[in-house]
């Protein structure tokens, strides 16, 4: 299933399923903004997955796909209870203690630990232009950050938090790749989705308690973030992460910051300032450097033939 290897035109459709990832991913940070107002983190985070893993549910059944095979199950269970199950239950949390800002630019850390372990566990190498790029937008988050901030102190449970959040963003992340060499994108999703939701079972008790609660504008954000941030979203995640390495991919949610500032400025009429949108093309550029290919070695000139 796996086909990093692939050429330029498969690198093409996976840019393309990367972006629809990078879109839906920003616009859920909008969409959490009104849910978490009403949902307990746990609750949300299971309201969330449920959604999922009822339209992918439905759609396994409508395509009838196959059981992953057994050789996918532990890149299967590791990201469902890493990415799909902790780090949705730690960032929503965290961000009870800490200001938005501060949060994205510890989550950011997260595409450095996928580079990383990645570049270790995966064999696939550190490559100059990928290792820059990152640097380049984290710099680039950093400053996000630093302009989105209220200045208010953080916790320091709120912190470790979401440093849990991006590490096991990233452990999760670095877990679906070897997944994908033995199961279809659907497959590792769907699977991986399911593992989440019974990893935030527990929660089911302030879910059911909350729901009549809630006003339904936040009822409809959590069906929203379930659909398509999450079913959708990380279906094409999954669809790109076949096609290129687990690095590059990291290096694209660098984008992610730049998307939300303009989805902030469009739906919820906040006008960044210059050095929220100075941080945003900063993040640009620096996925611009990462995927960019290395230049290709010149060939070595003929060596003339004897007379």
């Known amino acids: 299933m796996d086909q990093s290897a692939a050429g330029p035109g498969t690198d093409r459709r996976a840019l393309a399923a990367a972006s629809v990832t990078v879109a839906l991913w920003a616009s859920a940070f909008v969409s959490i903004r009104s849910a978490a107002a009403h949902y307990d983190p746990g609750a949300l985070a299971l309201g969330r997955l449920l959604t999922a893993s009822v339209a992918l549910g439905v759609v396994l059944l409508v395509k009838r796909v196959p059981f992953p095979p057994r050789q996918a199950w532990p890149g299967i269970l590791a990201s469902g209870v890493l990415w799909f199950g902790l780090y949705m239950v ?3 949390w965290g961000e009870q203690g800490v200001d938005a800002g501060t949060a994205a ?5 997260g595409p450095i630990v996928i580079a990383l372990l990645g570049g270790w566990l995966l064999k696939e190498g550190f490559p100059p232009t990928l290792m820059a790029g990152m640097a380049v ?4 988050a950093v400053v996000v950050g630093l302009s989105t901030s209220k200045g208010d102190s953080s916790s320091l449970a709120g912190v470790l938090l979401c440093l849990l959040a991006a590490l096991t963003y990233g452990a999760g992340v670095v877990s679906q790749k070897p997944a994908l060499r ?3 994108p659907i497959q590792v999703t769907t699977y991986g ?3 989440g939701t019974a990893v935030t079972l527990p929660f089911a008790w302030q879910l059911v308690s909350q729901l009549p609660q809630a006003p ?3 009822t409809l954000n959590m069906l929203y973030l379930g659909l398509f941030p999450t079913a959708l979203a990380f279906t094409t995640w999954t669809y790109a992460l076949s ?5 590059k991919m990291g290096a694209t949610t660098y984008a992610v910051p730049a998307v939300v500032v ?3 400025w469009i739906v919820l009429d906040e006008i960044p300032g210059w050095l929220t949108l100075l941080g945003g093309a900063i993040c640009l550029a620096g996925v611009a450097v990462s995927r960019r290919r290395p230049a290709a070695k010149p060939a070595d000139a003929p060596v003339p033939r004897k007379a």
């Open 90 to 92: 730690a960032l929503n």
């Open 105 to 109: 630019m510890i989550v950011n850390i």
């Open 137 to 140: 937008s984290f710099a680039g």
């Open 182 to 184: 033995h199961a279809s």
């Open 193 to 195: 989705c399911f593992v």
């Open 216 to 218: 339904l504008s936040a």
């Open 243 to 247: 096609r290129t390495t687990a690095g």
């Open 262 to 264: 303009l989805f902030a």
